[in-house]
């Protein structure tokens, strides 16, 4: 039963956030906020999660001009390095660019949690880091399965 | 006959006899009774009257005192509600008169207030209770600190003021690790501020992952940090906040975590405050409970971190424990 809720929830996240694009799965206009929230809803994390505001989420991973749209939700409590990230650039060509503010940012977690909370360098050793087109996805999470379905239903 | 006339002549005076004894009995008693709920009404009263007039003058010491940084301040200038009885008996004994700055032992925090718990005292050279601020005064703040500072502005408390922290950060590696990303690269805590130009009041919450350290590194990493502060931002206000409180089981996370690692660490704090003339806030009292540690329900987690309600009431104790600006 809780199986099926969760592939009930995977499919009205990916109509969510295939909303505008007409039917066609290889023309997916993914927005950072549904898909963030989708995957925030579908993974499991130990913490609970907070989005962070446009200002904050840009000043924790140093974001620029040519991240075009995003959303960043980081552990509310800071008890863990769990965080979801979407970067969306304008060109695909540019994701290359997102992609390396992620590894900075894992960079960060691994300076915050290594000596603080040793144990969750498990999550930050093996995140789950995927581009797909102009999008670039970041889970930090132990449940690393459950991000890359969640992130797979996106586009189903 | 006569016998028995002269028994029935005085068996009616016998009967008045004891009548009018256990009447003068019953009354005695019952004005007995009477007297002694007077009487402690009374002293009721007279010490109701007794312990408004200190609150009263506590209060009014408070303004006048409220500009003075922790060196400066009377250990008896308050806390309030939970605190009242040890402040009395603070006042009474003197404690702390012979001038803390010269004494760093002297006026401490107590072991636990008289109220049938095990709460701590509040620190006596603590930024006492002060009207209450809105979120406008934090405008010309900045904060700083480590994990717990970092759910600043996540959770956008208290209007999001200015915050520079890292999860991890602790007073020695505060001074040297460049840890904040920037588009000049990485900064240490300190240099990334600039960002944020002057300020007129600097909180640091700083202590919670430097319970390991021994007491001398902490102090020097604590006042190298303090003089880079006074250095960058002369002029301001300084507060230094309390390390908080972590639940009963927080050492099953965080190994070095236990109440009264952190209640020594933060007699270390005090001291800073009064050798550098700078502020110093008790924000663990707003947070413990009746036991002296942090309630559960504030950190189900891991016993150290917070819930966004808790923000809330560590805001709400920045916000009554103020000072005016000279």
Not at chain 2, 23 to 50: E, H
Not at chain 2, 85 to 90: A, K, T
Not at chain 2, 147 to 166: E, H, K, M, R, W
Not at chain 2, 294 to 319: C, Q, R, V
Request: charged share 25%; proline share 5%; with cysteine.
């Amino acid at each position: 039963m809780k199986r099926l809720n969760k592939m009930l929830l995977l499919a009205l996240s990916a109509m969510l956030v295939m909303a505008g694009c007409g039917g066609k799965t290889e023309a997916v206009d993914i927005l950072p906020k549904d898909a963030a929230a989708a995957l925030v809803e579908q993974v499991d994390f130990q913490d609970s999660l907070q989005e962070a505001a446009g200002d904050v989420a840009a000043q924790f991973y140093n974001l620029d001009d040519t991240i075009t749209d995003f959303a960043i939700y980081i552990s509310g409590s800071g008890a863990t390095a769990e965080e979801v990230a979407v970067l969306k650039v304008e060109k695909e060509a540019d994701a290359a660019h997102a992609e390396g503010i992620i590894k900075e940012r894992l960079g960060t977690l691994k300076d915050m949690f290594e000596n603080y909370r040793p144990d969750e360098m498990v999550k930050i050793g093996d995140p789950v880091i995927e581009t797909r087109g102009n999008v670039v996805y970041f889970v930090c999470t132990s449940d690393t399965r459950g991000a890359k379905d969640a992130i797979a239903a996106l586009y189903s | 006959m006569q016998i028995k006339r002269n028994r029935q002549s005085r068996s009616p005076g016998i009967v008045k006899a004891v009548v009018f004894l256990l009447v003068i009995s019953g009354v005695s008693f019952c004005l007995a009774f009477v007297w002694q709920n007077v009487s402690q009404a009374t002293t009721q009263v007279s010490g109701d009257n007794q312990r408004e007039d200190t609150d009263a003058a506590v209060l009014s010491r408070e303004h006048v005192d409220a500009a003075s940084p922790a060196a400066e301040q009377p250990p008896d200038s308050g806390e309030e509600s939970a605190a009242g009885d040890s402040e009395s008996r603070q006042e009474e004994s003197g404690e702390g008169d012979s001038g803390a700055a010269e004494n760093p032992d002297a006026g401490e925090e107590s072991e636990a207030v008289p109220d049938g718990t095990n709460r701590p005292a509040p620190a006596s050279e603590a930024v006492p209770l002060s009207p209450r601020v809105s979120n406008s005064y934090f405008e010309d703040a900045i904060f700083f600190g480590d994990s717990l500072s970092v759910g600043i502005p996540l959770y956008q408390v208290a209007g999001n003021p200015d915050t520079v922290a890292f999860t991890g950060i602790n007073p020695l590696s505060i001074n040297t690790s460049q840890v904040i990303n920037s588009p000049q690269g990485k900064l240490t805590l300190l240099e990334a501020a600039k960002q944020y130009g002057e300020k007129k009041k600097v909180y640091i919450m700083l202590g919670g992952n430097g319970l390991w350290m021994d007491e001398k590194s902490f102090t020097e990493g604590y006042q190298t940090f303090l003089d880079s502060v006074k250095a960058q931002y002369p002029g301001a206000q300084i507060f230094l906040q309390s390390i908080l409180p972590v639940t009963e089981d927080a050492h099953l996370t965080y190994e070095t975590a236990d109440n009264d690692v952190i209640r020594s660490f933060n007699k270390l704090i005090i001291g800073l405050a009064k050798k550098n003339g700078v502020y110093y806030l008790d924000v663990a009292q707003a947070l413990m409970d009746n036991n002296g540690v942090l309630p559960k329900e504030a950190s189900p987690l891991d016993g150290m971190h917070l819930t966004p309600e808790y923000y809330e009431k560590w805001f709400d104790y920045l916000k009554t424990h103020t000072v005016e600006e000279k």
